[in-house]
């Protein structure tokens, strides 16, 4: 009997369907389901064979021939996928651990209507495989192969407090399982077996990495190398795109620790789309922002690093047009690489390889003058924490020096030329011997200066990312940030002559801590001081004389105290009394208001000036009387009268005292480390709450990266504050002066990272760095 023209019409377009997806090469599931296409022909496992490739390997491309994508396909799974008979399933001698747990279905987990169906999985030391049930004889339904660049991801409290359900993901290269049950349990046991057979397998190595060995083991014979780059497009330059990273990474979501403004996807997307941003370089006419965020993405993707290494000198190797505008962008994004990251130790032999072959094939030329620099670069290069500036990419693509602007209180600004290897220690050292300041006890040091803060910088900061730092800042803040050459501690300052340039440093210092509040003295000193800074800058009064602002001559804190405390209303206890007050905020009250509020504030502006042309106008009858005062007896007269408060030589430090960790609310004191003993001041008052010598302090440390620990004999003093840094590396830096070599006695176990002994620095230089983060004590001496 005929079949009826329905069902002969639908068997034509069955086999004529099967016919097209064997031309294009969609895998038969008929067994194996969504078993993966696992690493594509272009990652490798090294089974063991160490010795040279005999085999060519090319950069994977998208082949336009389905048949043989399929062909390709179908050899790589058999090596892969061990091949299962239709037994029953509980009867397999293979599996680890197996059960019921139920997949993602279309909707989500979140559609109550719709119930997730369970599947059987099995976990096989090589597969993943999931069955209609449990049954003999039932169905694979799907299969993932895992790898070592498979992952699994811990159940999530958040997925369970959406769904009721703990999820277990696996990432496999082409496909992702997520898996859900009811018990935490079970999902803990079935991500720890995965997790086991993962780590179980042998690394996965690309084609890259075996010819990068390769390459290394026959580095004398100039024959075969030819022939390896000669046989393995993937070694050479490509105009054509990426499909898969030179480098294996792990498949699944990216695991962002530190915080960025950018977000990602995974390594391996990411690798691909640098690759193609580096494709880009050749054609752009100003490359360098394109550079910029190039080094950015492996700023924040470390793991990238080794990759775009790779990636730069495949493209310079063997270009269509040697040393053209193209070829030289490759190199001085490597340039720059050079200078900010440093490879892994088998992509650095590699990368030296690759400069050598460069210099000798192309001696004189613009790419070996790259490659000498580069060489020179890698072997300084420690690491960054900021990626270079637009200003530095442009210095280090000419492969010049940079000019640094170091500004000297009392003393005209230094160029210092550096390098993006530059340390702070390096420019203080060229500092102090070109101001002729070797022979001087003090110690000097870089600062960081805005209106806003000071601080020092570390000896091993690299100035270039200091100076990348400044750069942001200087975009929001007005006057702009600058470094600057400074005191940092102060150990004799009786024996600095009048007429050196160490004198000018200290009278401009000296001034600074006045404007700040830090010279607890009477506000008749203060005019006085304010009137020897006038006959410092301009000599005798003149009416024609330029006069600075006051807050440049007299500390403003002293003007705004004058000033009536602004009055505050009573707060409002009531939830109605606040309810009703904001309702009458946003109408005709609100505006009443405002309106009062401006009026109060311009008062109180008029009041400000008021108060500041009094005070300048008694600051003005004192200069008045120093006629025929010179500029060193009026620098001299000024430091004179900040060295009679007891504290001159200290550096303060805002904090927050506790007398035990839940004891009551803190008490706001300045906290002064001088270079022989810490001392404890009530703000504005010249005498001292408490004084320490070192010879009382058994330890100090960091108990939190906000409180700063002193143990001074039987008591604990706790400071909260946010200079516990820079608190620990002056008390480091004036105990290696003094040569305090007497072991440390250890203090009880804190929460905070292992101690090490205090810096021994010689004298002139700069702070050590922050090694000292979060550090126990560190200190216990004799007297």
């Not at 700023?299 to 730069?312: A, M």
Request: charged share 25%; aromatic share 8%; with cysteine.
């Amino acid at each position: 009997m005929p079949f009826p023209g329905g069902l002969w019409w639908l068997l034509c377009c069955r086999q004529g369907f099967t016919l097209l997806r064997r031309d294009y090469g969609e895998a038969d599931r008929e067994a194996d389901g969504e078993a993966e296409e696992e690493e594509a022909s272009f990652e490798l496992r090294a089974q063991g064979d160490q010795g040279s490739l005999e085999v060519s390997l090319s950069q994977p491309t998208r082949s336009s021939s389905g048949s043989e994508r399929s062909l390709l396909v179908a050899e790589e799974m058999r090596s892969l996928i061990i091949e299962k008979g239709p037994g029953p399933v509980e009867d397999d001698p293979d599996a680890l651990v197996k059960g019921w747990l139920q997949r993602e279905v279309r909707g989500g987990m979140k559609t109550p209507w719709i119930r997730p169906r369970k599947y059987w999985f099995v976990l096989t030391p090589d597969s993943l495989d999931y069955y209609s049930s449990n049954e003999k004889g039932a169905r694979r339904l799907g299969s993932l192969v895992l790898t070592s660049l498979c992952s699994v991801l811990w159940p999530d409290k958040q997925t369970y407090k959406e769904t009721g359900y703990w999820s277990v993901t696996v990432f496999g290269r082409k496909h992702c399982y997520r898996l859900y049950t009811e018990h935490l349990n079970e999902a803990v046991h079935w991500v720890c077996a995965v997790r086991k057979v993962i780590d179980s397998k042998a690394p996965v190595q690309t084609p890259t990495q075996l010819l990068m060995r390769d390459v290394e083991e026959h580095c004398g014979s100039p024959e075969v190398l030819e022939q390896i780059y000669r046989c393995n497009p993937i070694l050479r330059y490509t105009s054509s795109p990426l499909y898969a990273p030179l480098l294996p990474f792990p498949y699944g979501s990216l695991d962002q620790s530190a915080p960025s403004p950018r977000s990602y996807t995974t390594l391996r997307d990411e690798a691909v789309k640098l690759f193609n941003s580096l494709q880009q370089l050749e054609s752009e006419r100003d490359p360098v922002p394109l550079m910029q965020g190039v080094l950015q993405t492996c700023l924040d993707l470390p793991p990238l690093v080794d990759e775009i290494y790779c990636q730069l000198v495949k493209q310079t190797t063997e270009p269509p047009a040697p040393g053209g505008q193209g070829d030289l962008h490759y190199w001085q994004l490597l340039t720059c690489m050079s200078c900010t990251f440093l490879p892994s130790l088998p992509v650095l032999r590699f990368l030296h390889f690759h400069l050598d072959r460069t210099e000798s094939r192309f001696p004189g030329s613009e790419m070996a003058k790259y490659a000498c620099f580069i060489r020179e670069a890698l072997g300084k290069t420690k690491g960054r924490e900021c990626v270079p500036s637009l200003e530095e990419i442009l210095v280090l693509m000419q492969r010049q020096e940079m000019i640094c602007t170091v500004h000297c209180p009392g003393a005209p600004a230094c160029s210092v030329a550096i390098s993006s290897h530059t340390t702070a220690e390096e420019v203080a050292q060229e500092l102090v011997s070109r101001l002729g300041l070797s022979q001087s006890p003090n110690l000097f040091a870089l600062y960081e200066q805005s209106r806003r803060r000071e601080q020092p910088v570390g000896s091993t900061t690299l100035l270039a990312d200091v100076l990348t730092s400044l750069a942001g800042e200087e975009r929001e803040q007005d006057p702009p940030c600058r470094l600057c050459f400074k005191h940092y501690g102060f150990l004799d300052t009786d024996s600095v002559p009048r007429d050196s340039l160490e004198f000018a440093l200290l009278f401009e210092q000296a001034h600074e801590m006045v404007l700040r509040g830090y010279v607890p003295t009477s506000e008749e000193t203060l005019q006085t001081l304010a009137a020897l800074r006038l006959q410092s800058l301009n000599s005798d009064f003149s009416t024609h004389a330029p006069f600075p602002r006051l807050e440049e001559l007299f500390p403003p804190h002293v003007l705004h105290a004058r000033l009536p405390a602004p009055h505050r209303r009573p707060s409002t206890k009531c939830r109605g009394a606040r309810l009703r007050a904001g309702l009458l905020a946003g109408g005709l009250w609100g505006q009443a208001l405002a309106k009062q509020r401006a009026e109060r504030d311009q008062r109180l502006r008029g009041r400000l000036r008021e108060e500041g042309a009094s005070t300048m106008a008694a600051i003005v009858e004192k200069w008045k009387l120093l006629q025929g005062m010179g500029r060193p007896e009026a620098m001299a007269a000024y430091v004179a009268l900040v060295r009679e408060w007891p504290g001159f030589g200290s550096t303060l430090f805002d904090v927050d005292l506790r007398a035990s960790p839940v004891g009551a609310g803190p008490q706001r004191l300045w906290l002064g480390i001088g270079a022989k003993a810490v001392s404890l001041y009530k703000p504005g008052e010249p005498e001292p709450l408490d004084s320490f010598c070192y010879g009382r302090i058994s330890s100090f440390g960091a108990s939190d990266s906000s409180t700063f620990r002193l143990s001074v004999e039987d008591r604990d003093l706790l400071f909260e504050t946010s200079q516990v840094d820079e608190i620990a590396q002056l008390l480091n830096t004036y105990l290696a002066s003094a040569g305090a070599r007497q072991p440390l006695r250890p203090q009880e176990p804190a929460p905070s990272p292992p101690t090490s002994d205090p810096p021994t620095l010689p004298q002139g230089l700069c702070p050590p760095a922050v090694p000292w983060q979060h550090r126990p004590p560190v200190g216990s001496l004799g007297s």
